[in-house]
């Protein structure tokens, strides 16, 4: 069976920086993309950004480029994100998913076969 469990999520004042990670176990040698989104109350999942599994080659929606960094540890199959300069906008239920689907990721929730339980992003103004 394969998981993902985020963990990292807090309260943060804006500008402050957080880094969540996303532990997998299971069949993970079948990941190959992995990715992290957010929910925020009232809106649609969005793609935050993705990360390959060689190279690796990373992709970053345009509001985060420059403050999120993903990063990932294929031997402790975990993948980061750390973000920094946060804003108030920037909170939401951040999300970890992976796919065993190579080329490079796309950026909907459709390209991710599995997907973590999330964890809650706070940040105060």
């Known amino acids: 069976q394969v998981q993902l469990v985020e963990s990292g999520g807090g309260l943060v004042q804006a500008g402050g920086s957080l880094r969540l990670s996303c532990a997998t176990s299971?069949?993970?040698?079948?990941?190959?993309?992995m990715a992290w989104f957010r929910q925020a109350p009232g809106k649609e999942r969005e793609f935050v950004a993705a990360i390959t599994r060689s190279v690796p080659i990373t992709f970053y929606e345009d509001s985060v480029k420059g403050r999120f960094i993903i990063s990932r540890d294929n031997g402790k199959n975990t993948i980061y994100l750390q973000m920094n300069s946060l804003k108030v906008e920037d909170a939401a239920v951040y999300y970890c998913?992976?796919?065993?689907?190579?080329?490079?990721?796309?950026?909907?929730?459709?390209?991710?076969?599995?997907w973590g339980q999330g964890t809650q992003v706070t940040v105060s103004s």
């Open positions: 299971g069949y993970t040698s079948i990941f190959y993309n």
């Open positions: 998913a992976a796919t065993g689907r190579s080329g490079i990721p796309g950026n909907s929730a459709e390209s991710f076969d599995y």
